[in-house]
């Protein structure tokens, strides 16, 4: 399985930007779609998952109401819709993938339940 993310860049606090997660090597039944983040100095936290069945997302507190995620089947990717974006979203943003054995927030939330990871994009937010 690989993954690679796009769409990371500079934007002023208050702007938008697109992530994008192109994933390809097996169908992704059963599977969780992740984006987590870093910040410089910080621990890898969660963001948002998508349950690739049921299409169910979930979102960090800190980002709901701001972030939406959304998915092409066909094209196997999945989107980040950041909005409204604030300095303390800087952070290299990565994008995973893992088999998960319950659609629920408390596992599609963890890291550990991820198997596959891509590169990371950093977005930066500007005050």
């Known amino acids: 399985v690989q993954l690679q993310a796009f769409g990371g860049g500079l934007v002023q606090a208050g702007g938008s930007l697109r992530l994008s997660c192109v994933a390809s090597g097996r169908t992704f039944s059963n599977y969780g779609m992740g984006w987590f983040r870093q910040a410089p100095g910080k621990e890898r936290e969660f963001v948002t998952a998508l349950s690739w069945d049921s299409g169910r997302t979930y979102y960090a507190d800190s980002v709901k109401g701001r972030f939406t995620k959304a998915r092409d089947n066909a094209k196997n990717t999945v989107y980040l819709q950041m909005n409204s974006l604030k300095p303390e979203d800087t952070a290299v943003y990565y994008c995973?993938?893992?088999?998960?054995?319950?659609?629920?927030?408390?596992?599609?939330?963890?890291?550990?339940?991820?198997?596959?990871w891509g590169q990371g994009t950093l977005v930066t937010v500007s005050s």
């Open positions: 995973a993938a893992g088999r998960y054995y319950r659609d629920a927030y408390y596992v599609l939330s963890r890291a550990t339940n991820y198997d596959y």
